[in-house]
């Protein structure tokens, strides 16, 4: 029996790694075209400086949960010292998790006025979209 379902097993595989070699056998004529491919240097710039203002957004979002979390947990311990211990404990590292987000993106656009290619010649735009900021909300 265990050999018949090595058969069948086998004969499941076999057209499926064939049809993943194929599939990795063509080549486009020139490859696709991204932000990072048309604006250089600027645009790989803005993707890192948008996800990391997107990420920081989600973690202020998460932060606030877990604040309100530790809140309740510690209005509703009801003297019970091991509740309001955890409560606090929580609280007391949410801030800290915080606190290092917020380092974090201020890392990142102190990174990015450092470098300052977008007052460089080769990159001069001065839309609204190319303007390197925090944007929390």
Known sequence: MPKKKN????????????GAVS???QIPDKPP???VSQKGMLGLIQIINTSSNTIFGV?????VL????????????????GKLKKGK????NTLIGLVI?????SIVLITISLLDLSS???YKDNNESTRLRLHIF
């Not at 058969?7 to 064939?18: A, D, G, Q, Y």
């Open 120 to 122: 460089s010649p080769k």
């Open 101 to 105: 987000a917020l380092l974090s993106v």
């Open 89 to 92: 404990a929580m609280l007391k």
């Open 7 to 18: 058969k069948i097993l086998l004969l499941i595989m076999i057209p499926l790694l064939l």
């Open 59 to 63: 973690i202020i979002l998460i932060a």
């Open 66 to 81: 877990f604040i309100l979390f530790s809140a309740f947990t510690i209005m509703t311990s009801g003297g019970d010292e």
């Open 23 to 25: 599939a990795f056998a």
């Open 33 to 35: 075209e991204t932000i």
